[in-house]
């Protein structure tokens, strides 16, 4: 097993036919993947097996209390042996990448805890030396869709779970800021002509061809990007 994955939410089943399908799904049967769901409530020793609590200091909403979290990780690590690297999904953590999946795709144990309502006691952070992860600027209800976010983006880039791993160099954020514009047949569609140099042959012409389109747009889309990329460099551009 490469990588093993526990995420830790009090919604299981919005997240396990997602882990059980398409990619993460062969992954897991082609065993270079482990992925266990638990639910955070099985953690709680109140006999209500209560998660949350009001916010000290006042304020709408709950807060997940700090004990079953803190305790899912402790007999996570215990019960696998192994001292995993945390993420705690919040919207404010660091922006999650791709380069940010490559750094965790070289783990071995990972343990993602969702948060809900108006997130996790802050205390959990520090006592289980988690990382903060934020999938984007805006604001969902609950971590499960960021920790499919990341356990999918992180899970891709093992060797052996893509079918085809040359399809990682044509990956945006990869070798260059975007990946190639794609076509496939026909070769006309609606009055648009597929671009003739993709029928040409000629591998080495549609290869600078798909890289200039491919740093055109990203120029056009994602200026940010394409400031600090280090195609701009092999390309001579700055
Ligand atoms: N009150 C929190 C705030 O303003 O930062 C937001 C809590 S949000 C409603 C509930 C949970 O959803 C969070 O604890 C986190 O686990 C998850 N979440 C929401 N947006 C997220 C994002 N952009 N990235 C990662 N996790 C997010």
């Not at 999946?101 to 948060?115: D, N, R, S």
């Not at 959990?124 to 600027?137: F, K, M, P, Q, Y």
């Not at 899970?155 to 975007?178: H, K, T």
């Amino acid at each position: 097993m490469r990588l093993r994955i526990d995420i830790v939410t009090l919604f299981p089943e919005a997240i396990r036919p997602y882990v059980d399908a398409a990619l993460l799904g062969r992954a897991q049967k082609k065993g270079l993947v482990f992925i266990k769901i638990h639910n955070l409530r099985s953690f709680s020793q109140d006999r209500y097996r209560t998660v949350d609590d009001y916010p000290f200091g006042g304020g709408p909403g709950m807060v997940l209390k700090p004990e079953p979290l803190v305790r899912a990780v402790r007999f996570i690590s215990e019960y696998t042996q192994s001292i995993p690297l945390v993420i705690v999904t919040s919207p404010q953590g660091e922006l999650f990448t791709q380069h940010m999946a490559w750094e965790l795709a070289q783990e071995k144990h990972l343990v993602i805890l969702c948060g809900r309502y108006q997130g996790i006691d802050e205390r959990v952070i520090t006592l289980t030396n988690a990382r903060e992860i934020s999938i984007g600027d805006y604001v969902l209800s609950g971590g499960e869709l960021p920790a499919l976010v990341i356990t999918e983006a992180v899970v891709r880039l093992i060797p052996g779970a893509l079918g085809d791993e040359e399809s990682l160099r044509y990956d945006s954020f990869s070798e260059y800021p975007f990946g190639p514009p794609q076509y496939t047949r026909p070769r006309v569609f609606c009055g648009l002509a597929v671009p003739e140099i993709l029928l040409s042959g000629d591998h080495a012409r549609i290869e600078k061809w798909r890289r200039e389109k491919a740093l055109e747009k990203a120029r056009r889309m994602r200026p940010d990007l394409f400031l600090n990329s280090r195609c701009e460099k092999k390309e001579g551009v700055v």
